[in-house]
């Protein structure tokens, strides 16, 4: 399914170094596969008095992970989708949970933006593929900079934790990997309604990304902004009409999405 496992041992136990898994706390993983990262969290979890919820798409992966954990009231498997999971079904404190996973990295998009919904997790820590942790933690301006730098960072907060080359994977991708964390701003800086305008928003301005600021808020057909809401708009961001959207940092972004009507 697209999926890369984890073999090297050593950064195994470093991403569950990282999960830093407290008392009492639920771990939620994602595409636990063969248990590469699974039996350090349960270990951590059993430790801690807390609970490991493993969401497997592979329905035979799955049935191996059943029968490993039998006996352990701890470790709940879930076989399914996700992306098609509301973590408030599998939790009832999901601004509590911790999401750890090596996910595949055709679904990256997806995952992200999908434990990016609310309610939000506590913390999320994710095997991507290197070029998408340069994307979400792109400076304005730069290359990479562009509208998946500002649909993370206008919710949460991102740390590059670790890098991982292609030879701890089997089979061996031909890409290098990065292990990020993700903490969702706590309280949110919007609304759940200026969130809906903060990502019409940014699909506007990325899709238009070589024109001008004033050109695209005026003219673009999900905007259409008359002067006096463009030239508002333009000031919360602390931008000029000339400037382009890949030079608008995600809080100005955030606020200009706060005025959009």
Do not use: C
């Amino acid at each position: 399914m697209g999926q890369n496992f984890l073999v090297d041992g050593n950064l195994r136990r470093r991403i569950v170094e990282e999960a830093r898994v407290g008392k009492g706390e639920t771990v939620l993983e994602i595409g636990p596969g063969r248990g590469a990262l699974t039996q350090g969290l349960a270990g951590e979890v059993e430790v801690q008095g807390g609970r490991l919820i493993l969401v497997e798409l592979d329905r035979a992966l799955a049935r191996r992970l059943s029968r490993q954990f039998q006996g352990r009231p701890d470790v709940i498997v879930i076989q399914g989708d996700i992306l098609e999971l509301d973590l408030a079904e599998v939790t009832g404190e999901p601004s509590r949970l911790k999401v750890v996973g090596n996910i595949p990295y055709n679904v990256t998009t997806p995952i992200l933006f999908h434990l990016l919904e609310r309610p939000r997790p506590a913390e999320i820590l994710l095997m991507v593929q290197r070029e998408v942790a340069e994307r979400i933690a792109a400076d304005p301006g730069s290359g990479e900079y562009g509208a998946l730098s500002v649909g993370v960072r206008a919710v949460a907060s991102v740390e590059r934790v670790l890098r991982a080359p292609p030879e701890v994977f089997r089979p061996r991708p031909r890409v290098h990997s990065e292990v990020i964390r993700l903490r969702p701003l706590v309280p949110p800086p919007l609304s759940p309604d200026e969130e809906v305008a903060l990502r019409r928003l940014t699909r506007a301005l990325f899709q238009w990304r070589r024109k001008q600021l004033r050109k695209i808020l005026k003219d673009h057909p999900d905007l259409g902004l008359g002067p006096e809401a463009l030239a508002d708009l333009l000031a919360a961001a602390g931008a000029r009409p000339t400037d382009r959207p890949e030079t608008v940092s995600p809080e100005g972004f955030v606020a200009m999405a706060r005025l959009l009507p």
